[in-house]
């Protein structure tokens, strides 16, 4: 038991540092996108917020709630919020895999998305481009948390219903004090007597002797068990 608490304490510990790296990126993000905001606001009054903006402040922010699910559901030891941080991740995986094939084996990749007025997403790609192996190695770091944090997730949902599971069984074991006709037997709280029908009876026919003997002392006989002596 103490070599799967330990084991427990371990991922748990190790879930809440990889799921620090995507709270990281998410609040990075949002701050990117308040400096877009206060770019747009200074030097493009006469256009609309473009659409990269809100993308990176849906990102961030799914990316720290995320996070945060994360962290609640290790320290609650919630299953319902592990299994809703596991959908969570997993979807984030998947979107980017998705986004990473088609920037990879697509040439034209960016003509997918609209245009941007501000010029923004451009300015973000000539930055990326300028800095590719800083942003490779956070990607791939990033890739990484959130792969470790999806398996460690599933793991620990898996232990902690099985640690459930035992203790449920665990406690079905045992015989609990006072419960009725357990293997065929009563089972009585200690020192209680049970008064049934056959008590009532010997407590009255003792009861009768007694009586009719003090009756019959009191026309001066003796004799035992309630009857008159007999004389010689």
């Not at 299953?79 to 969570?88: Q, R």
């Not at 003509?111 to 192996?133: G, S």
């Not at 009861?207 to 003090?214: A, D, N, S």
Request: one cysteine or more; a negative charge.
């Amino acid at each position: 038991m103490s070599m799967d608490r330990s084991s427990r304490f371990c991922m748990r510990t190790t879930l809440k540092l990889a799921n620090s790296i995507m709270l990281l990126a998410g609040i990075a993000i949002l701050m990117y996108s308040v400096w877009i905001i206060v770019v747009c606001l200074r030097d493009y009054q006469k256009h609309h917020f473009p659409w990269f903006l809100w993308v990176c402040i849906g990102t961030g922010a799914i990316f720290c709630f995320t996070a945060f699910i994360g962290h609640i559901a290790v320290a609650r030891r919630n299953n319902c919020l592990l299994s809703l941080y596991i959908l969570a991740v997993f979807l984030l995986l998947l979107a980017e895999i998705l986004v990473t094939a088609d920037v990879f084996l697509n040439d034209d990749w960016d003509k997918d998305f609209p245009k941007d007025p501000t010029h923004r997403f451009d300015d973000f790609v000539d930055f990326a481009d300028d800095n590719e192996k800083i942003f490779s190695f956070l990607a791939i770091l990033l890739l990484f948390s959130q792969v470790v944090s999806f398996i460690l997730a599933m793991i620990l949902r898996t232990m902690h219903h099985n640690h459930r599971s035992f203790l449920e069984d665990e406690n079905d074991d045992q015989i609990p004090v006072g419960a009725p006709y357990v293997l065929g037997h009563p089972q009585y709280p200690p020192e209680t007597h049970v008064h049934g029908a056959g008590d009532a009876l010997l407590e009255k026919d003792s009861y009768k002797p007694h009586q009719e003997k003090g009756v019959w002392s009191m026309f001066g006989g003796g004799g035992t068990a309630g009857y008159p002596p007999i004389h010689p």
